[in-house]
Every structure is written in C-alpha cells, then in structure tokens.
C-alpha cells in the first residue's frame, strides 16, 4: 500500500505564493507520474499539473505561467510552487502517484489540503 501525507496548504493572500509538498512512502518500487489536482467549491476535480518519472511536465491554462510542479525521486516527493495566487486558486488541492504494481498501474490518492486565497 502507498501513503501520501501532503503540507504546505493555509491561507494566502492574492498576489502571494505558496508551497505544497506531497510525500509518498509504503510499498514503492518505483513512482511513475506525480500529479496534483484540485476541487474547488460546487466545481469537478481538474488536474492542474502532473510529472513525468523522466520531468516532463504538463499544466492545466489556468495556472500555466504561475505554477511549478517539481518531483524529488530520491525523497519520492513531488512540489507545487504556486505564485501570483488569485481569489479563484482556492480549492483543496489533492495529490496523486501512479505506481506500477505487478502486471498494473494503481492510482493513489492523498487526502487533500485546503489552498485559501483571499481578496
């Protein structure tokens, strides 16, 4: 089983910058992609960024130019920069690894951390 115990979230205000950290350990071989996501009031959970075992990045528009998605395989901990935060940055934010198990991948999810910028 993998455990992902995520920090750094709390209140912010616009214009500020903010640092989450994701830790995974358990039964880890090897971590394929890091990912965070975001559920924000009366909205569906939306990927904001995700990294590949290799660094390839990928973000969702809205915080393209104001986020950083950073992994440290040897700590198996992926990082999200969030600078010039906005109003609209408010969510919880969750993390996910993708793990290969045997013949499969397996998703894991940690419990999400509550981001609040205010005006």
């Known amino acids: 089983q993998v455990q992902l115990v995520e920090s750094g979230g709390g209140l912010v205000q616009a214009g500020g910058s903010l640092r989450l950290s994701c830790a995974a350990s358990?039964?880890?071989?090897?971590?394929?992609?890091m990912g965070w996501y975001r559920q924000a009031p009366g909205k569906q959970r939306e990927l904001i960024a995700d990294?590949?075992?290799?660094?390839?990045?990928n973000y969702a528009d809205s915080v393209k130019g104001r986020f950083t998605i950073s992994r440290d395989n040897a700590k198996n901990t992926v990082y999200l920069q969030m600078n010039s935060l906005k109003p609209e940055d408010t969510a919880v934010y969750y993390c996910?690894?993708?793990?290969?198990?045997?013949?499969?991948?397996?998703?894991?999810w940690g419990k999400g951390i509550l981001v609040t910028v205010s005006s």
């Open positions: 996910k690894v993708v793990v290969p198990i045997r013949a499969v991948t397996m998703d894991y």
């Open positions: 358990g039964s880890i071989f090897s971590i394929n992609t």
């Open positions: 990294i590949t075992s290799s660094g390839r990045v």
